[in-house]
């Protein structure tokens, strides 16, 4: 078996995650988190549209993770996205922060707004 070495150039790659944070590029970050071009920035969830669309240009698909499970975004927040020319993926975190860094070693111009998981009950 092969192993190839992935290079992230400048951008920063999802680490992990877990009840209410993220790692990103090794460091802790509380809360929903935008990853993009720009870096890691707090993300105000769903109602934080001017944060996404000020990507407009910079990416072509924002990951939107839903949390622990898959949620429909807003349509408001879809169609303001889509006018803007930046394709909306919602899936559940997990599966954002994998499909992220896949894309991202890819050299893809894409961005992930992240809600956290839950804790386990």
Request: aromatic share 6%; net charge negative.
């Amino acid at each position: 078996m092969r192993l190839n070495e992935i290079d992230y150039t400048d951008a920063k790659p999802i680490d992990g995650y877990g009840p209410g944070f993220f790692r990103v590029g090794g460091d802790v970050h509380e809360g929903a988190v935008l990853v993009s071009p720009e870096g890691v920035a707090p993300w105000g969830g769903m109602e934080d549209s001017a944060s996404l669309l000020s990507l407009a240009g910079k990416v072509d698909v924002v990951f939107i993770g839903t949390g622990s499970t898959i949620t429909h975004i807003p349509a408001p927040l879809r169609e303001a996205l889509e006018q803007a020319g930046i394709g909306a993926e919602p899936m559940a975190s997990p599966s954002a922060c994998r499909t992220y860094n896949i894309l991202l070693s890819e050299g893809r111009r894409i961005a992930a707004a992240l809600i956290p998981v839950a804790a386990s009950s």
